[in-house]
C-alpha cells in the first residue's frame, strides 16, 4: 500500500486532513499510531469524533475499525474521554 486512501477506512478526505496534520504515508500512520494521529487531527479540527479514531486504529491494524476487539474499543474510548 502506497497511499493512505489505501488503507482500510481512510477516504480521499481524512487521507488529505492526515497529510495536512503531517502523515503522509501509510508507514508514518502505522510507526506514529492512531493515537498520537488522532490528537494532531484534533488540534487542527477541534470537531474530531471517536469514530475517527476508529478508524485510525483500524487502519493502523488494517482492517475496518467495526472489526476492532472490544478491548481496543473501549482503551479508544477512554483514550477519547480523556482528551
Not at 488529505?16 to 493515537?35: C, I, N, W
Amino acid at each position: 500500500m502506497s497511499t493512505l486512501s489505501d488503507l482500510p477506512n481512510i477516504g480521499n478526505v481524512l487521507a488529505k486532513l492526515l497529510v495536512d496534520a503531517g502523515v503522509d504515508t501509510p508507514e508514518a500512520l502505522r510507526k506514529m499510531g492512531s493515537k498520537e494521529a488522532f490528537i494532531r487531527l484534533k488540534m487542527r479540527d477541534d470537531t474530531c469524533c471517536l469514530h475517527k479514531l476508529y478508524a485510525l486504529q483500524g487502519a493502523v491494524e488494517g482492517i475496518r475499525y467495526t472489526y476492532l476487539s472490544k478491548e481496543m474499543n473501549q482503551e479508544l474510548k477512554d483514550f477519547f474521554n480523556a482528551l
